[in-house]
């Protein structure tokens, strides 16, 4: 890392302490005028997606763009756009698709490993953060749509490499200035999901999927392994001694993820993996354009609650 830049007044002594060879700017705009760089990791709010990542396209910059790529699909598809005409690598930030876990459960869905897939029901929920209150509220360019749905809407794309096909959802309030939804969604295969994404509860990142013969379960925060669940539900300590023998065999994943940032090894992967593109020279998934068909979901999904608002 050799430049940063960010207004936030805490950002120059956490730089001094944590990359004190990296030269600090007051903006992204001075940063991205003054600095040499070859790329550049994009990490504003929503709003200002399309700015920082034009500005960066524009001096042949290779950019990795925090989810989500944008907070409107103009915004999006304009980011795209500079993105062609740079020819440079564009990444955007789903880090959970370098997350052993989806990568497991991508392989077990393609293998067969419970018949024919179904139903999917996932969530993604989350206390109240502390700072950087403009994620929870749509119009300073967050809300859990955007925040929170893009990642399981990316992830159905990606686990079961289709497109979705149809969009349904229903938004709140849990305090009057954010947003909370339950969508509603079928992927172009048939295969139904529902999908919960709120702040203001308990932390859970859960995503499962029904087949014919079982289902695979993922809990991101909590588990070390994609768990099967057979047809039959057989309970008892039997069942649970076969759980934990298979957790104790996954403490390998363990260590990694106790000592990743966050517990989430995932993100350090994702970056990994946009530098090694960028050596290669060869660009890879998930791209700025899968950014936007997140993107899109989300948006069908936003004039639907409206209307019903409405």
């Not at 409107?72 to 740079?86: C, F, K, M, P, T």
């Not at 749905?149 to 686990?159: G, K």
């Not at 899968?290 to 609650?305: C, E, F, N, W």
Request: net charge negative; with cysteine.
């Amino acid at each position: 890392m050799v430049a940063v830049g960010d207004p936030d007044p805490g950002a120059r002594p956490y730089l001094t302490q944590h990359a004190p060879t990296a030269t600090y700017f007051p903006s992204f705009e001075a940063m991205l005028s003054d600095a040499e760089l070859d790329a550049v990791v994009i990490a504003v709010p929503a709003l200002l997606h399309l700015a920082a990542a034009s500005l960066a396209f524009d001096r042949g910059l290779h950019v990795y763009l925090e989810k989500p790529i944008a907070a409107s699909v103009e915004d999006g598809e304009a980011i795209v756009a500079a993105w062609r005409r740079a020819g440079t690598i564009g990444r955007i930030g789903f880090n959970c698709r370098f997350n052993a876990l989806y990568r497991e459960l991508q392989v077990g869905v393609a293998g067969g490993r419970i018949g024919n897939p179904v139903a999917v029901r996932t969530a993604l929920t989350a206390c109240w953060p502390a700072e950087a209150t403009w994620r929870l509220s749509p119009s300073g360019g967050g809300g859990a749509l955007l925040e929170l749905a893009s990642h399981h809407v990316d992830l159905l794309r990606f686990v079961f490499g289709t497109e979705i096909a149809d969009v349904s959802a229903a938004s709140w309030s849990n305090r009057g200035d954010d947003e909370a939804a339950m969508l509603q969604l079928t992927l172009a295969n048939g295969v139904h999901v529902q999908t919960l994404v709120t702040y203001g509860t308990a932390e859970e990142d859960r995503f499962e999927v029904y087949g014919s013969d079982g289902k695979l379960v993922i809990d991101r925060y909590n588990s070390l392994v994609v768990e099967q669940v057979p047809l039959r539900a057989t309970g008892g300590i039997a069942a649970s001694i076969r759980r934990a023998a298979r957790e104790v065999r996954a403490l390998p994943y363990g260590l990694v993820k106790g000592r990743a940032p966050g517990q989430e090894p995932s993100f350090a992967a994702s970056l990994h993996a946009f530098i090694s593109a960028i050596r290669d020279g060869r660009d890879g998934s998930p791209t700025l354009e899968d950014g936007l068909a997140s993107l899109r979901v989300i948006d069908a999904a936003r004039q639907m609650t409206s209307a019903v608002g409405a």
